[in-house]
């Protein structure tokens, strides 16, 4: 069982808005402003799209943004294209001992 | 750019140790610090621990009995042993640079270690 908790699937057409949810605890995401996501195609490695909750690296696109409420932060994909069929963590820093804690992940399928 | 590289044993037997080597080029490992994730196939990520180029060490709460992380930072090198080793162990073990409080970029590709007699 992972630290986080996300749904497992979610689904969306094509030019439509997706939110994943990411619920985790007050030791984790509720008391700090550090969660990232990570985009994971099949057979490949993760790769960075949002941290810091919300803030976007450089060459990631401007339709994928994060936010927060609470202890559950959410990660919006707006205007779906079906390269963004993949699978999605998020992650929480839990503090100097645990330090960081994952999602379970959720697979995004585009219809 | 940054591009990492993990290098090891596709094989480890039972109880034994598994030893992997992340490579780093296009940048100075130096001044980071570095982690090891793992994930089993089909499920989630896993955070392994961190090192620093001074050396200073993070471990998993559930792996750090079992873990030992080192740096050379003269090879921009740095290297993940995990012992006593069980199914359990098998999966895609990713290397990655780790911000100080928490995220992951960029990461290595990854390699599959099997644990199996």
């Known amino acids: 069982q992972s630290a986080l908790t996300q749904p497992a699937s979610v689904s969306g057409s094509p030019g439509q808005s997706i939110t994943i949810s990411c619920t985790g605890t007050s030791s984790d995401v509720g008391s700090y402003n550090l969660v990232s996501w990570y985009q994971q195609h099949p057979g490949k490695a993760p790769k960075l799209m949002i941290y810091?909750?919300?803030k976007r690296p450089s060459g990631v696109s401007n339709r994928f943004s994060g936010s927060k409420s609470g202890n559950t932060a959410s990660l919006t994909i707006s205007g779906l294209q079906a390269e963004d069929e993949a699978d999605y963590y998020c992650?929480?820093?839990?503090?100097?001992?645990?330090?960081?804690?994952f999602g379970g992940g959720t697979k995004l399928t585009v219809l | 750019q940054v591009q990492l590289q993990e290098s090891g044993p596709g094989l480890v037997k039972p109880s034994e140790t598994l030893s992997l080597t992340c490579t780093v080029s296009?940048?100075?490992?130096?001044?980071?610090?570095w982690s090891w994730i793992r994930q089993p196939a089909g499920k989630g990520l896993e955070w392994i621990g961190r090192?620093?180029?001074?050396?200073?060490?993070n471990y998993n709460p559930s792996l750090k009995s079992r873990v030992t992380m080192s740096v050379d930072t003269s090879k921009n090198q740095f290297s993940l042993k995990l012992s006593s080793v069980t199914a359990a162990d098998t999966a895609v073990y990713y290397c990655a640079r780790s911000m100080v409080r928490g995220w992951f970029d960029p990461w290595g590709q990854g390699t599959l270690v099997t644990v199996s007699s």
């Open positions: 992650c929480s820093y839990a503090g100097s001992s645990t330090h960081v804690v």
């Open positions: 090192i620093y180029t001074s050396g200073s060490t």
């Open positions: 810091e909750v919300s």
């Open positions: 296009g940048g100075s490992i130096s001044s980071y610090y």
